[in-house]
């Protein structure tokens, strides 16, 4: 089984191909312009076995199965098992309606042929997101420091916070559109408060849980309250921070699309649900591809942050 692990892609790949190129197409669904389909499952295998040979030669000492590359080739397998039994049952037999489950060479094909459109709603939409998940950061981190240090600040502010933190961020929509002249400063608005509330919320829950003994031996040393804020404080509430920047990131997903999908003129949310609009599934799609990956890599970067920032907490949360 070790010996086959390896060609399991190749084998899946071989599979698939055969489905596509020997089994004729369904007369129900329209013919693409290029098998896209069978181009990409040969480009991901082939990045796969190149990928995985470059890092067989780094690390000889390691056994193949030990190898985080050789490790997914079995996964890689069966995705594309998985695309090749979706194909059958689309494309090749029509077996799920045309109507709702286009070709998969349609589907991939969205993203080579309007790739120009896809592309400039990705930059509306990543412009809007971060403006917002910026402003809800800020605002959220020091309101969450004052709230964490000063007696003051948490009689005033906490309550604010517990009665406006819970409300769904979607349902200020009707009078946002209403405040703001346009829809992207409202969208942007809206994933700001997605982020805000778990910020403010784990910031300060960081901060008062420090022990007070910290606190007391920089008094004792000089320190300032500014440097007991931000040499002291912050730092060790950093693990809350980022824990709640993360959820509010997550929020600001699902309140992106819900706001694009209302009143905006681009973005990746107002694509997908313009497409549906026009019973283009295939666009659909494509659309839902370019949202999994975007938010994938967005997600990725930020925990390649924290395990910069957070050097002694690498790999406590994985992903």
Same mark, same amino acid.
């Given at each position: ?236 509430? #950093? ?39 026009? #019973? ?40």
């Amino acid at each position: 089984m070790k010996i086959l692990r390896p060609l399991l892609p190749l084998l899946s790949l071989a599979a698939a191909e055969i489905v596509a190129f020997a089994v004729p197409d369904s007369p129900l669904h329209q013919p693409a312009k290029h098998p896209y389909f069978a181009i990409l499952l040969i480009i991901a295998v082939a990045v796969y076995y190149i990928a995985a040979t470059a890092q067989y030669f780094k690390n000889k000492n390691n056994s193949a199965t030990e190898k985080p590359v050789f490790y997914r080739g079995p996964f890689l397998a069966g995705v594309i098992l998985f695309l090749n039994l979706l194909n059958i049952f689309t494309v090749k037999t029509a077996l799920f309606p045309v109507l709702y489950f286009p070709a998969l060479d349609r589907v991939f094909g969205t993203l080579v042929e309007d790739r120009t459109l896809i592309i400039k709603c990705i930059g509306f939409s990543m412009g809007i997101l971060l403006k917002g998940v910026a402003g809800g950061l800020i605002i959220g981190f020091f309101m969450g420091i004052a709230v964490g240090f000063s007696k003051a600040a948490e009689y005033w502010i906490n309550p604010l916070i517990r009665i406006l933190g819970p409300i769904p961020s979607t349902a200020w929509i009707p009078i946002l559109l209403v405040v703001f002249s346009e829809a992207r400063s409202a969208s942007s608005f809206i994933i700001g408060i997605s982020v805000w509330f778990p910020t403010v919320v784990l910031t300060s829950s960081g901060i008062a849980n420090v022990k007070n003994s910290y606190f007391e031996v920089s008094s004792t040393l000089g320190a300032g309250q500014l440097q007991k804020i931000f040499r002291i404080g912050v730092p060790a509430a #950093m693990p809350s921070i980022f824990l709640g920047l993360f959820n509010g990131i997550c929020g600001s997903f699902v309140a992106l699309m819900t706001a694009e999908m209302i009143g905006a003129k681009y973005g990746i949310g107002w694509y997908v649900n313009w497409q549906k609009e026009m #019973m283009a599934y295939s666009n659909v799609y494509a659309g839902l591809i370019v949202i999994a990956v975007m938010f994938y890599l967005v997600i990725t970067v930020l925990f390649k942050i924290r395990d910069r920032v957070l050097g002694w907490q690498k790999g406590v949360i994985k992903w």
